[in-house]
Structure formats: structure tokens, C-alpha cells
């Protein structure tokens, strides 16, 4: 029975991204399911107004930033969803690339609610609190790092002394506009198994299988799904230390069984798509995962499209996953070059990640490896040695090999290095260029961190990088060739990201020279 609350809205803006380019992610908002189901259990019943889900076949440029195009609803749209009894408006502010429009967003929203706490979380503000705070006048406060627990010790505590002032994991602007947040590393939920289950509300899930959209593979309708938070390492390019700390928590077994079983009977789903940072490091847990969907006699599609550790995947859990219907697998060796590995605190055993990925083709597993090139410190030798080794895996049979080219995000270690070093000035364009999401594989114009190698140079062996890499692939397997024909016109199936992701292409520019944008 839900009590009559404080009002609460949450709000997620529509996705950014470079005229042309492949990334986008239009994916159901997990992090919003999971606080809502939270937030439930304490008596609240907060809303949604998901841009993303409610215009997924609306694409339009933005005029304020040229190059760069929006898909969802637009501002007045978003503004018209919002109920008027809002007390707490919350936005997920998780993508630096997509800060700039969040900003305009937040700025306009709060002509019509002047009165509401505004509340940001996510990756974005966890690594730049200060500036965010201070670049965007209408944000009250930032959630730092794992929200559930602040988000709520923060609503109850506004609710009843209408502040929000001594909660542990938040920083906002005091009166004198003097910024405030606790040194210590935000608040890490102890058992995960006791935030609950994510709420979906009825109808919402449907949008996204109906356009096809997923964070891995999609087929048909795929769950999205999370059995850990966080992750143990200490990458120097990746911003997950400061969102979620080191500090590594996976699900009990039993409760992501009875999890899967549920979605399965209520909505009738065909995969999981894991959105775990690091979904697999032991292999006794996906061992035991794997051998209870057998034992229960669950019948699914089930995708790891974020990575996994090469310790944990070895011919026995290969086999595993393959048995119990994993379609789509990725590792994330980054570089190829010792060197590389030990200055970015990559601790992989590259060999024996070589040797993981050999085996999970040989079980006819779809496999994809990350790899990126251009970190500050890398020579010309250094990223030769990730160009070829990209080349022989396709070679060996590895389905796809996107190479990426650095981006220092905000909250990782190397980004605080070039911000101290005064290499870094965060304006709109920073945002907007971070490469990873907005660079399009065809443009030459890049922003490169790397001061021993021309950024042309860069972008132009990247672009010749995908050229080759897929030219082997086609050649030495040309049944991909008609594959990919095939995927990219049918309603639902694609066998990998690359397919869905031209497929994707081919839709927004369809919606877009409809008029719809």
C-alpha cells in the first residue's frame, strides 16, 4: 500500500550524438528502474518521463550545436510530461557527452518549476560536481556515485525538514555559492540483493522491442539485467573507481534465477542483456549461474556486451554459457601493448585472454574485443601492437574489433592528470567531442591527447583500421557478408553490435527524411 509521498519525477533527456556516427544508445533507463523499485518499497511512487523511450523515431538536429542531432522528445515535450505537483525532479546526468543539452534541459525545466528540487546523478556529476553545479544555476544538488540509498535519505530528509543538507554522498552550492561535498568516497551499498528488483511500469518496456532497441543483441524481447555493481580494477581511462569505488558485490544466484523467472512469466522475454561494468571475474559464480538455468530449465538468449574477465572464461564456462544460450561476448583487452597495459593498470595477462577468446570460438560464441588507441604516453609502436593484434583476431575469427580512440572521461585518473596539467578546458566542446560516443568512423577530426602523434594520423588509421578489419572478417568468412545484408533489414535479429548499429543508422536517417525530426 503506497503512502501519499512527496511527489517525484524522474527525468531523462534524449540522446546526443554526431550527424552520421554509429553509437546510439537508446536503451531502457535501468539506473531509474532500480531506484524507482527502491523508492517503492519506501512508499513513494515516482514517475518517469523517459525522452529516450517516449520518442525513440524522433530525430532532430540541434541548431545550438551544429553537427550534433537529438533523438527523443524535445524540450516542450518533456516539460508537458512532467506532472505540475512535482516536488523533486531528478535527472540522470550519466553521459558527458550529452551535458551540454542536459544543461539547456535543466535551465528551461525550471521556468515551469521554480519551486522543485532539482536533483542530478550519475557518472557525469560524480566526476564533476563542482563544475556542473556552478555551469547549470537550475541544479539543487548532486547524488554522488551509487544512488538508491542517498536518493532516498535525501527525498526523506527534504520531505520532512524541507533540506538536504548533512546527507553523506551528495554537493550542492551553499548560500554563498561556496561549494560543499564530503572528501570521503561516496556511499557503497554493502549486500546489493537488498535494493530489490528495478521497476518497470506497465508499457514501457515494450517501446524499446518494438524499435528493436538493446544494449547488446537484440532478440526480440531482451531484458535488461544486472547481477553485480561495480568493479575491482583500477583502469586509469575509466571512470568507474570514482562512480562506484573498487569495491565489488555480486548477486546471490538464487535471487537472479527467481528474477529471470519472473520477467519470463510476466512479460514473456526471450534474452538478457547483461549492463554489468564487468559482468563475469569468478568463475564459480557463472559456473553456478549457468548450471541452475540448466537445472531449471530456462530457455533464454542471454548477452555480456560490456566485458568480462578472461580469467573467469575458461573451456569449461565457455561451454557453460554456450549450453544455456549466450549469443553475444565481449572482452576488453584495450591494447595490445604491454607497455600500454601497465601505464593504463590494464591487469590482464594478454596471452591467456588470447587463449579465452581462441576457445569461445571454438564453441561458436559470437566474440567481440574492445580496443583503443591514442592514451598520452602510447608510441607508434605501442599502437601498431593493438592495430595488428585486431587484425589477427579477426583473422582468428573474432566476429567484431572496434578500435576506439581515447577519450579522458571526467572522474578518471587520467583526465585529473591533463586537468592538472591545465591540457584539459571543459567548455561544450570538450563535452560534445568526447570520441568514443561522437566521433563518426569517417571524419578525420578528432580531439587527440597524445602529443607525440598527429590527431589526422590518428583518426585516418582508425578509419583504415575498421576498412581492413571487417575486409578480413568478409573475406575469410563470407557468410557474414549475406548475414549482415540480411540483419540489417530484418525486423528483430542481428548477430552482433556492428549489425545493429548500421541497422540503427538506416533508422534514424529514415525517421529523420520522413519529417520526424
Same mark, same amino acid.
Given at each position: ?331 576488453? *583487452? ?5 607497455? %600500454? /597495459?601497465?601505464?593504463? #593498470? &590494464?591487469? @590482464?595477462?594478454? !596471452? ?57 572521461? *571526467? ?5 585529473? %592528470? /591533463?586537468?592538472?596539467? #591545465? &591540457?584539459? @578546458?571543459?567548455? !561544450? ?89
Amino acid at each position: 500500500m503506497k503512502q501519499n509521498r512527496l511527489p517525484i519525477t524522474f527525468v531523462r533527456a534524449p540522446i546526443v550524438s554526431k550527424i552520421g556516427n554509429l553509437n546510439n544508445e537508446a536503451t531502457p533507463a535501468i539506473g531509474f528502474a532500480y531506484l524507482s523499485g527502491y523508492l517503492r518499497r519506501l512508499g513513494y511512487d515516482p514517475l518517469l518521463v523517459d525522452a529516450i523511450g517516449e520518442g525513440i523515431n524522433h530525430v532532430w538536429s540541434l541548431k545550438k550545436y551544429p553537427g550534433f542531432q537529438a533523438q527523443g522528445l524535445n524540450f516542450e515535450e518533456i516539460i508537458n510530461r512532467i506532472p505540475a505537483d512535482s516536488r523533486v525532479i531528478g535527472f540522470s546526468l550519466m553521459f558527458s557527452s550529452e551535458w551540454p543539452l542536459v544543461r539547456d534541459l535543466l535551465i528551461e525545466v525550471r521556468k515551469y518549476f521554480p519551486n522543485a528540487l532539482f536533483v542530478g546523478g550519475g557518472e557525469h556529476v560524480t566526476g564533476l560536481a563542482e563544475y556542473s553545479l556552478k555551469d547549470c544555476p537550475a541544479l539543487d544538488v548532486c547524488v554522488r556515485g551509487e544512488g538508491e540509498q542517498t536518493f532516498a535519505e535525501l527525498v526523506q530528509t527534504y520531505e520532512k525538514t524541507g533540506s538536504f543538507k548533512g546527507i553523506s554522498g551528495i554537493a550542492y552550492l551553499d548560500e554563498d555559492e561556496v561549494f560543499r561535498q564530503d572528501q570521503s568516497p561516496p556511499p557503497r551499498i554493502r549486500k546489493v540483493d537488498e535494493i530489490g528488483w528495478p521497476f518497470w511500469p506497465d508499457g514501457y518496456l515494450e517501446k524499446f522491442w518494438e524499435a528493436g532497441k538493446c544494449f547488446g543483441v537484440p532478440t526480440e524481447k531482451d531484458m535488461p539485467f544486472m547481477v553485480s555493481r561495480g568493479c575491482p580494477y583500477q583502469c586509469t581511462f575509466c571512470s568507474s573507481p570514482d562512480m562506484w569505488t573498487t569495491r565489488y558485490t555480486l548477486r546471490d544466484v538464487n535471487d537472479v534465477i527467481d528474477e529471470a523467472k519472473f520477467y519470463i512469466k510476466r512479460f514473456g522475454i526471450t534474452s538478457l542483456q547483461f549492463y554489468d561494468l564487468t559482468a563475469i571475474t569468478k568463475k564459480s559464480w557463472i559456473v553456478e549461474f549457468c548450471q541452475k538455468l540448466l537445472k531449471e530449465g530456462i530457455q533464454l538468449n542471454w548477452s555480456l556486451p560490456s566485458g568480462t574477465r578472461s580469467e573467469a572464461l575458461d573451456s569449461e564456462s565457455l561451454s557453460l554459457l554456450r549450453q544455456t544460450g549466450c549469443n553475444y561476448l565481449v572482452y576488453a *583487452p584495450e591494447s595490445a601493448s604491454l607497455s %600500454t /597495459l601497465k601505464k593504463i #593498470k &590494464k591487469k @590482464i595477462k594478454l !596471452d591467456q585472454l588470447t587463449k579465452s577468446v581462441l576457445e569461445a570460438k571454438r564453441q561458436n560464441l559470437t566474440v567481440r574485443i574492445n580496443l583503443i588507441i591514442g592514451f598520452p604516453e602510447e608510441t607508434w609502436s605501442d599502437i601498431f601492437k593493438t592495430f595488428f593484434y585486431g587484425l589477427k583476431m579477426s583473422f582468428y575469427g573474432v566476429d567484431e574489433a572496434p578500435l576506439y580512440i581515447f577519450s579522458p572521461y *571526467p572522474g578518471t585518473e587520467i583526465f585529473k %592528470t /591533463l586537468t592538472q596539467e #591545465k &591540457k584539459i @578546458i571543459l567548455d !561544450d566542446n570538450y563535452f560534445l567531442n568526447l570520441n568514443s560516443l561522437n566521433s563518426s568512423y569517417l571524419s578525420t577530426k578528432i580531439v587527440n591527447h597524445n602529443p607525440r602523434i598527429n590527431a589526422r594520423l590518428l583518426a585516418a588509421l582508425r578509419t583504415f583500421f575498421m576498412v581492413t578489419n571487417y575486409s578480413v572478417g568478409y573475406f575469410f568468412f563470407p557468410k557474414r557478408i549475406f548475414r549482415t545484408l540480411k540483419n540489417i533489414f530484418s525486423p528483430h535479429e542481428v548477430v552482433t553490435v556492428f549489425e545493429h548499429r548500421l541497422k540503427d543508422l538506416i533508422q534514424r536517417k529514415k525517421v529523420a527524411q520522413d519529417g520526424t525530426g
